[in-house]
């Protein structure tokens, strides 16, 4: 079982993604704060880490025998266009 107890762009190293961190003095800071080549960056990088990520849960999937609708929600989702 994992649970994600917190997940933000310094620990995973998209550095990119700070303009969208909220602060004291930015607090309504959003995803479009980031400029277009580092949000394309920092997507290519998301994806590369969702991939790794995939590949894991999906190897534990089948070391435990799992049916694929039953251990495998994310199949059949479409990836967003960014």
Known sequence: K????????????????????CTDEAPNACYTDIPAEDRKEAARMGEAMGQVAREILEKKADALGSPAHASRPWEGNRRAKL
């Open 2 to 21: 994992w649970i994600v107890g917190e997940f933000n762009c310094s620990c995973v190293g998209i550095s990119k993604c700070l303009p969208a961190y």
